[in-house]
C-alpha cells in the first residue's frame, strides 16, 4: 500500500507514511498530519502501541463507525486528501476518519440579521451545518442525500428535504441537475447556482442563498429543497419566488401590523429604486406638464445651471453611487464605512456646488441608494440594482410612456420565469404554503 501512495503523492513531504511493528502485527500508516487530528492517536496509535490486544482491535475494527474497509486502490488519494488515514493489518485495508474539525460553533449572522430571531448563522462545516439544521427542523422525515462534486476539488454536498412535503417533481429535476454537474472546483454556492440555472442569463436569480438556518427551517417546512455545500457558509433554496426574496426573518417575530407595514415597505422601495431616476428624466425632459407648476419651476430652477441633459446628469451620481458601493465592499472593515460616507458626503456637496448636478438630482440618488438597501436579499438586490438602468435607457429615448410599457413588460417576464418548474411570481408556493404546518402533517 505504501508503495503505491508513495507514486501517486511522489514529491509530497507533508505525507506521512511508515511501517509499525509492536512485535505482534506489522502496520503500514499513511496520512496528512495537517489534515488531521488527535483522533489518529487515540484510535490509532494507542490501540495498536501501549494497549494492544488483538482480539480487542479486531473488535475495534469492525465495530467503531470511523473505521470502514478501503480495498479499492483508486480511492485512496481522495481519502488521503479528505483527511482520512491510511492503515494496511493482515493483508486488508482499512480508513479511518480523523478529519481536521476547524468550526466547534456557529457563525455569527453577518448578511441577514434579526432583531429577535436567533444570532447564529451557518459555517464552513458541512457536518455543523446539517447539525444546526436537524437541531431546528427537528422530524424524522427529514432526509439528507449526499453528493460529492468537483472532479478536482471533490466537493461534498448535502440535498435536504422533507419527503412528506417536497414536491417529487422539483426533486427530480434537482437531480437530473446536479448529475450534469461538470465543474473542477466547487468552492461556493455561486458557482453551484450557475450549474443549476437552466440559462444562465436570466436577470432574476431563480436560487435563493441564505446563512440563518432558522430561515431555511422555515423554507423546508413549506416543501422547499436546500443544498449544503462544505466550504460554504451559505444554503441554496429552491424553488423559489419573488416573495421569497423580500422576505425577512423579522417578518416572522414581529406583530401582524408591524411586519405588514415593512413588507409594504420593501416593495416600495423596489419600486422607487427602479423607477425614480427613470421617472427624473421622463418628466424633467419630456413631460413636465405632469407636476405642478410652481414644483415644475422649482426643479428647473434647480437645473438652471446644469450645462447638459438630466440623463447625463442621472449617470454621473449613480456612478458615483456604485463606485462608493464597490468601495464600501473592498476596503478594509476598518475604514471602509469611514471612507465611503466622508466620500459621499464631499462628492455629493461639491457636484452640486460646482454646478454638475442638481440639487433635486441630489435627493432623487439618495432616495434610490437608501430604498435598495432596504431589500433583503443581497443577489435581488444586485439585480433590482441593474434593472434601473434598463428604465433610464427607455426613458431617455420614450420619456413617461416607455417607463409605462417597459413595467408592464418586466410583469410579464417575471410572469414567465420559473424557478425549477414553479412559477416566479406565484403568491404560493405550491399547496403547502397554503394550509398551516399542524394540517400539512395530518394530511
Do not use: E
Given at each position: 500500500m505504501l508503495e503505491q501512495i508513495k507514486q501517486l503523492f511522489d514529491e509530497s513531504t507533508d505525507l506521512f507514511t511508515e511501517?509499525?511493528?509492536n512485535g505482534y502485527w506489522p502496520m503500514e500508516i499513511a496520512y496528512f498530519p495537517a489534515m488531521c487530528d488527535e483522533r489518529i492517536k487515540d484510535g490509532i496509535l494507542i490501540p495498536y502501541s501501549y494497549r494492544f490486544d488483538p482480539d480487542e482491535f479486531r473488535r475495534m475494527l469492525h465495530s467503531n463507525p470511523k473505521y470502514e474497509r478501503a480495498d479499492n486502490p483508486d480511492e485512496w488519494p481522495n481519502l488521503l486528501l479528505k483527511g482520512y488515514a491510511l492503515i494496511k493489518l493482515e493483508e486488508t485495508c482499512y480508513s479511518f476518519k480523523s478529519d481536521r474539525t476547524l468550526y466547534t460553533q456557529p457563525d455569527e449572522t453577518q448578511l441577514e440579521s434579526s432583531l429577535q430571531g436567533p444570532q447564529s448563522a451557518f459555517t464552513e462545516d458541512l457536518e455543523l451545518n446539517a447539525y444546526l439544521l436537524r437541531?431546528?427542523?427537528?422530524?424524522?422525515?427529514?432526509s439528507v442525500e449526499p453528493y460529492e462534486k468537483g472532479s478536482l476539488s471533490r466537493t461534498a454536498i448535502f440535498v435536504v428535504y422533507d419527503r412528506k412535503l417536497v414536491n417529487p417533481s422539483v426533486l427530480e429535476l434537482l437531480r437530473k441537475r446536479l448529475d450534469k454537474v461538470n465543474i473542477e472546483l466547487l468552492q461556493s454556492t455561486g458557482q453551484l447556482i450557475k450549474e443549476l440555472t437552466d440559462k444562465n442569463h436570466l436577470f432574476f436569480p431563480t436560487l435563493?442563498?441564505?446563512e440563518r438556518p432558522d430561515k431555511v427551517a422555515v423554507m423546508l417546512s413549506r416543501g422547499k429543497?436546500?443544498?449544503?455545500?462544505?466550504?460554504?457558509?451559505?444554503?441554496?433554496?429552491?424553488?423559489?419566488?419573488?416573495?421569497?426574496?423580500m422576505h425577512a426573518m423579522d417578518d416572522d417575530y414581529e406583530s401582524f401590523w408591524i411586519s405588514r407595514f415593512l413588507i409594504v415597505m420593501r416593495y416600495v422601495a423596489v419600486l422607487l429604486t427602479i423607477v425614480l431616476p427613470a421617472a427624473y428624466i421622463g418628466?424633467?425632459?419630456y413631460n413636465p406638464e405632469i407636476f405642478r407648476i410652481q414644483l415644475a419651476f422649482t426643479i428647473d430652477g434647480s437645473r438652471a445651471g446644469v450645462p447638459y441633459p438630466s440623463f447625463i446628469e442621472v449617470f454621473i451620481m449613480l456612478f458615483m453611487i456604485e463606485a462608493l458601493i464597490e468601495a464600501s465592499i473592498?476596503?478594509?472593515?476598518?475604514?471602509?464605512?469611514?471612507?465611503?460616507?466622508?466620500?459621499?458626503?464631499?462628492l455629493g456637496q461639491a457636484a452640486q456646488q460646482a454646478g454638475l448636478v442638481s440639487s433635486i438630482m441630489i435627493i432623487v440618488t439618495s432616495v434610490v441608494a437608501i430604498s435598495n438597501y432596504v431589500i433583503p436579499n443581497h443577489t435581488f438586490s444586485q439585480a433590482i440594482r441593474l434593472m434601473k438602468y434598463w428604465f433610464i435607457l427607455i426613458s431617455m429615448i420614450y420619456g413617461v410612456s416607455g417607463i409605462a410599457v417597459l413595467f408592464f413588460a418586466l410583469i410579464v417576464y417575471l410572469c414567465h420565469l420559473r424557478s425549477f418548474g414553479e412559477p416566479y411570481l406565484a403568491f404560493y408556493g405550491g399547496q403547502n404554503d397554503q394550509k398551516p404546518q399542524s394540517a400539512q402533517r395530518k394530511s
Open positions: 511501517t509499525l511493528d437541531k431546528r427542523y427537528n422530524v424524522p422525515t427529514l435563493l442563498q441564505s429543497v436546500a443544498v449544503l455545500i462544505n466550504g460554504s457558509r451559505f444554503a441554496l433554496l429552491l424553488p423559489v419566488r419573488l416573495f421569497d426574496f418628466i424633467v425632459s473592498r476596503l478594509p472593515k476598518s475604514v471602509g464605512s469611514a471612507a465611503t460616507t466622508v466620500g459621499g458626503l464631499i
